[in-house]
């Protein structure tokens, strides 16, 4: 009997022991910022902060002072990874989703959200933030406008993201309906996160969006997102013409842009981190 259960435990302990090695091997490796800084110097600029390399292709005299507003340091950006990072003393995981608003779970913690059209690139973008918990699942739905559900996952004590329901085909009803509620209501919501394709900009179904940011008052910061898709050129035409957006029509949108890619980790540190910051985990002092 007693060599039986020790026959067992072993085997469990080697189980355990493997499924945490394969766990770790398939991670991407520039999933980690550690793997990032040990790059060249040009590589992990772009890596880390797309739109300053983009500077290098703009004739002088634009004004790119939106580019850096909020700069940190490498250690910060470091720093803040832990947080997306699993431990036993904090979990990162999928926690509840909900179809009405008093479906809603309960948290006080900081919340952001991510908005954005069907197929915009939201749920990728959510399993590249969370690519070092790779057992968090993102349901990537198949069909656009499929997801009606708000999704919450739980990081840890620290805060909380939410992946709101596409809108655009087909969803407008569902989407202003839910959403409205949520954003109107939710008083621990910190920060939405407004994802536009990198390669189309803003569209016409994005004004639903940024309309009810607007009238709400809802503090959001638009996202680019698939930056690998669009040729230098159009990404920088694009940038300046969010930019110039955000500063002629917009009352609370957050100047800087965020252009990520969620296959090559383009912008994904500095988004980590900028999250950190805007739930109140990092105690940044220099943006
Ligand atoms: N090239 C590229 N494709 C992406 C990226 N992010 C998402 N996609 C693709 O865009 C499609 C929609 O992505 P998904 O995350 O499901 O969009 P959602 O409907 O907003 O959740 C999928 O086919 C993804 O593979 C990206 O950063 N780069
Ligand atoms: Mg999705």
């Known amino acids: 009997m007693f060599y ?3 026959t067992r435990k ?13 766990t770790w091997k398939s991670l991407p490796e520039k999933a980690s910022f550690a793997n990032i800084l040990r790059m060249d110097h040009k590589t992990l600029t772009k ?8 500077e290098r292709y703009l004739v002088s005299g634009v004004n790119t002072e ?3 507003i909020f700069n940190p340091s490498l250690d910060y950006i470091q720093w803040a990874e832990l947080l997306f990072r699993p431990s036993k003393d904090h979990a990162i995981d999928y926690f509840s989703s909900a179809i009405r608003m008093d479906h809603v779970p309960l948290l006080s913690q900081p919340e952001v959200c991510f908005m954005g059209r069907s197929n915009v690139g ?3 973008l959510i399993k590249a933030l969370f690519s070092l918990a790779p057992e968090v699942e993102v349901r990537v739905s198949k069909t656009p406008g499929h997801t009606k559900k708000l999704n919450f996952f739980k990081v840890g004590k620290c805060f909380t993201l939410v992946d709101m329901p596409g809108y655009g085909y087909r969803a407008p009803e569902d989407f202003t309906e839910m959403v409205e509620a949520y954003l109107q209501e939710r ?14 900009g803003i569209q016409e179904a994005d004004n639903i969006a940024i309309d009810m940011l ?5 503090p959001y910061v638009f996202v680019l997102t698939k930056i690998d898709k669009a040729s230098k050129g159009l990404l920088l035409k694009n940038v300046l013409a969010i930019q110039d957006f955000v500063e002629q029509r917009t009352q609370g949108c957050f100047p800087q842009l965020f252009p990520v890619s969620s296959i090559e980790y383009f912008g994904i540190h500095l988004l980590r981190c900028f999250i950190a910051h805007v739930t109140g985990n990092l105690p940044i002092t220099e943006t």
């Open 4 to 6: 039986l259960q020790k």
């Open 10 to 22: 072993l085997f469990e302990a080697n189980w355990l022991l493997r499924r945490y090695a394969a």
């Open 47 to 54: 890596l880390t902060f797309p739109l300053q390399d983009l």
């Open 66 to 68: 939106n580019f850096r």
């Open 122 to 124: 939201k749920s990728c």
């Open 187 to 200: 008083k621990n919501l910190k920060r939405t996160f407004l994802l536009v394709d990198g390669v189309t």
């Open 214 to 218: 607007e009238e709400f008052g809802i």
